[in-house]
Structures are given as structure tokens and as C-alpha cells.
């Protein structure tokens, strides 16, 4: 009597995990249609979310990516979420992203050279494929932005006012196109 008890909780027990992983699939599915999520994506293997990463070489480099996804090809995509007014890539978002992909690419993962954005607007949420930097790129991106904030290099001037308007280093700046002083 008690074996068939026990039979019975263990098929019950069993027959609830299938629900709810297949409750998790549907769940799943349903945000990748909502998503509109890239084929390559959808088909891939999410490896990690939110995962911090570091490096010491080539330069002391580190930071949080967002979503890494194993593909088909056996390669490791980067995935970085973007909230914006409208659907745009910046080149800013491009060098982090490549950040990630020479640190990953360090410690022996097979990187694809592109990364998808997630960015997610007022109209929805759209996925922007884009090539990256790469190492050598990335190293003199990284020595550029640290010989600025050293005082060892000089900034070029902004195309845009609104660079200027938000820009930290006004006071600093000798060459500010779009100031009032003269």
C-alpha cells in the first residue's frame, strides 16, 4: 500500500516538473515572437546573463555584459541592451560591446566578430546586428580614452553643439566651437 502511495506522488511529482518546464517553453516562445528575436538567437543557447568579466591583458579591461549566447556556428554572440528614443547604434556602444569580446576572446571563447543591440524605444523592441572592433581597435581605443583622461592627449572638438552642451570638460576646453566666451 504505501509503495503505490509512493508511486503515485513520484509520477504526480514528475508530471508537474513536465508542466512547468513546458509552461517555461511556452513562456519562452512567446517572448521571442513578442521579441522579434534574430533566428540565430532564438536557435542559441543563452550561456550567460549579466555576468561580469575581466581582464588583465592586453590592458586592464572589465565590465558586465549583458547576454552571451552560443549559436549554431559553435561561436559565442554578445547580446547588450539599449533603451533609446529611437533605434540607433552608437559608436560608443560599439567599442563597450568590443570591450567584451577581446576579454571573452582572452579567456579561450570562440567570439563571433558582431554583437546584436536589444534596443528597446517608445515603438517596441528591435534588434540591431553589428560588426565590432577588433583587438588592436579596441587597445587603442582604450589607450586614446585613458591618455584624455590623463590630461596627455587633446579632445577634438565636437561636431555637434549638443556634444558640448552635456560635456564635463567645458570649462577645461580652450577650444569649445560653441561657447559664448570669447
Same mark, same amino acid.
Given at each position: 500500500m504505501a509503495e503505490a502511495y509512493y508511486l503515485a506522488i513520484v509520477?504526480?511529482?514528475?508530471l508537474s516538473l513536465y508542466g512547468i518546464d513546458a509552461r517555461r517553453r511556452e513562456q !519562452?516562445?512567446?517572448f521571442i515572437l513578442k521579441e522579434r528575436m534574430p533566428t540565430e538567437?532564438?536557435?542559441g543557447q543563452l550561456i550567460r546573463s549579466e555576468y561580469y568579466i575581466r581582464t588583465e591583458v592586453p590592458r586592464k579591461m572589465h565590465g558586465?555584459?549583458?547576454q552571451l549566447y552560443r549559436v549554431m556556428s559553435g561561436l559565442h554572440v554578445l547580446v547588450?541592451?539599449?533603451t533609446r528614443d529611437k533605434h540607433q547604434v552608437f559608436l560608443k556602444d560599439i567599442v563597450q560591446v568590443s570591450v567584451y569580446r577581446v576579454i571573452l576572446t582572452r579567456i579561450g571563447m570562440k567570439?563571433?566578430?558582431y554583437a546584436?543591440? !536589444?534596443v528597446v524605444t517608445p515603438d517596441g523592441v528591435q534588434y540591431i546586428k553589428r560588426?565590432?572592433?577588433?583587438e588592436a581597435q579596441v587597445i587603442e581605443e582604450f589607450d586614446r580614452t585613458q591618455a584624455l583622461m590623463n590630461g596627455k592627449a587633446t579632445p577634438s572638438n565636437a561636431q555637434h553643439k549638443a556634444m558640448c552642451i552635456s560635456c564635463p570638460q567645458q570649462i577645461n576646453c580652450d577650444n569649445w566651437q560653441f561657447s559664448g566666451r570669447q
Open positions: 509520477c504526480l511529482l514528475i !519562452r516562445r512567446k538567437l532564438s536557435e558586465t555584459l549583458d547588450d541592451s539599449k567570439m563571433a566578430d546584436y543591440f !536589444r560588426n565590432l572592433l577588433n
